[in-house]
């Protein structure tokens, strides 16, 4: 079964920083992009970063030079690094595979970000 | 960047009518060198992850009804439901993923009149 499972969610504060993480099963995970999409409470989804295939990497200007996307494909995981985190990254993180469109998607891990 | 634009934010139809739902795009999503629009259509029903309905802007992903459908090309695109049944309760977004940064829709939401 293709799955995808994430982690690593929390309460941080202001400031802080997080890591997430990204567990994929049942599929060739190196032959996949992956992104990360962001959903705050009772709002629509936001991109937020995405990963391809050879390692490139691409970012949403609200966290650019803030979050780091990764990989390691031996491990088929994907993960999400997530410095100087704001009020406005509080949020549900979907990890999400990528053929071009995004059709496998995880069920999401929470980042509230308060003092 | 460009723009999704769903209209209406929300609609109500009653069991067994056609709902549709608009989303247009601030540049062309149709990439010429294959004639694909990069286009996809999401469902996502309340405490769980968004789900593929409609990828290329019209092409069914395996497993979805084929009451959903998806048309349009360039800028304009529609998601029609053609007889709703009350599990099709959910928002539906739209996507693109032409160009980064891949963006959404703000979302319409279907409920049942």
């Known amino acids: 079964e293709v799955q995808l499972v994430e982690s690593g969610g929390g309460l941080v504060q202001p400031g802080g920083s997080l890591r997430l993480s990204c567990a994929a099963s049942g599929f060739s995970f190196s032959s996949y992009d992956m992104h990360w999409v962001r959903q705050a409470t009772g709002k629509g989804l936001e991109w937020v970063s995405g990963?391809?295939?050879?390692?490139?990497?691409y970012y949403a200007d609200s966290v650019k030079g803030r979050f780091t996307i990764s990989r390691e494909n031996a491990k088929n995981s994907l993960y999400l690094l997530m410095n100087s985190l704001r009020a406005e990254d509080t949020a549900v993180y979907y990890c999400?595979?990528?053929?071009?469109?995004?059709?496998?998607w995880g069920k999401g891990t929470t980042v509230t970000v308060s003092s | 960047d460009i723009v999704m634009t769903q209209s209406p934010d929300s609609l109500a139809v009653s069991l067994g009518e056609r709902a549709t739902i608009n989303c247009k795009s601030s540049q062309s999503v149709l990439y010429s060198s294959n004639n694909k629009n990069y286009l996809g259509w999401y469902q996502q029903k309340p405490g769980q992850p968004p789900k593929l309905l409609i990828y290329w802007a019209s092409a069914r992903e395996s497993g979805v009804p084929d009451r959903f459908s998806g048309s349009g090309s360039g800028t304009d695109f529609t998601l029609t439901i053609s007889s709703l049944q009350a599990e099709d309760v959910a928002l539906y977004y739209c996507q693109q993923y032409y160009t980064t940064p891949l963006t959404f829709g703000q979302g319409t939401k279907v409920e049942i009149k």
């Open positions: 990963i391809g295939t050879a390692g490139d990497t």
């Open positions: 999400t595979r990528a053929r071009v469109y995004m059709d496998v």
